[in-house]
T-cell receptor, first 111, second 115 residues
Framework: AQKVTQAQTEISVVEKEDVTLDCVYE???????LFWYKQPPSGELVFLIR??????QNEISGRYSWNFQKSTSSFNFTITASQVVDSAVYFC????????FGPGTRLSVLP | DAGVIQSPRHEVTEMGQEVTLRCKPI?????LFWYRQTMMRGLELLIY????????DSGMPEDRFSAKMPNASFSTLKIQPSEPRDSAVYFC?????????????FGPGTRLTVL
């Protein structure tokens, strides 16, 4: 069965610190896609990234980077030089047979 | 572009009533998704459509829920009869490519409260 674990329920950092949000997935699918979404305090959902299971290249987008390692079934998300605007709940998801989401990690970036 | 439009933004209804949520995807997008978010169950994908055809409805909780996409610019999610446990925020999203793996653009959500 599919499962996504985000072990960090809440994280607090001070602005300009780097922070990594962990995501561990379980799947029996050979082909699957991994996602990250952001939900700021205003409540909307923002799609951040998708990665297919055949592409283990790391992705960098500005201050955001993602590290996909099939060997450890992890798809971790790092924010470099965090800013207050990064404060949000971040969800990791896996789409294979079904779409499964983790419980989310609440990130608070303090000024 | 106007983005994904959802209506109503807030809905309060009584148990047993029919509720219809509406979504207008971004023009030209080929896939449409309905999600539900609650404190208890977190974020769930209910159903998604490719080119107006339902592809994966495995997340639809039960027969009280139904979703339609009569054309490329409109979709509805109906709950009949509604129950208090249906209280949630319902998000609609669309993506330009057919399939569940392309970048998705979300609407602002509909907050449903069933009393």
């Amino acid at each position: 069965a599919q499962k996504v674990t985000q072990a960090q329920t809440e994280i607090s950092v001070v602005e300009k610190e780097d922070v990594t949000l962990d995501c561990v997935y379980e799947t029996r699918d050979t082909t699957y896609y991994l996602f990250w979404y952001k939900q700021p305090p205003s409540g909307e959902l923002v799609f951040l990234i998708r990665r297919n299971s055949f592409d283990e290249q790391n992705e960098i987008s500005g201050r955001y980077s993602w590290n996909f390692q099939k060997s450890t079934s992890s798809f971790n998300f790092t924010i470099t030089a965090s800013q207050v605007v990064d404060s949000a709940v971040y969800f990791c998801g896996d789409y294979g047979q079904n779409f499964v989401f983790g419980p989310g990690t609440r990130l608070s970036v303090l000024p | 572009d106007a983005g994904v439009i959802q209506s109503p933004r807030h809905e309060v209804t009584e148990m047993g009533q029919e509720v219809t949520l509406r979504c207008k995807p971004i023009s030209g997008h080929n896939s449409l998704f309905w999600y539900r978010q609650t404190m208890m169950r977190g974020l769930e994908l209910l159903i998604y459509f490719n080119n107006n055809v339902p592809i994966d409805d495995s997340g639809m909780p039960e027969d009280r829920f139904s979703a339609k996409m009569p054309n490329a610019s409109f979709s509805t999610l109906k709950i009949q009869p509604s129950e208090p446990r249906d209280s949630a925020v319902y998000f609609c999203a669309s993506s330009s490519l057919a399939g569940a793996t392309d970048t998705q653009y979300f609407g602002p959500g509909t907050r449903l409260t069933v009393l």
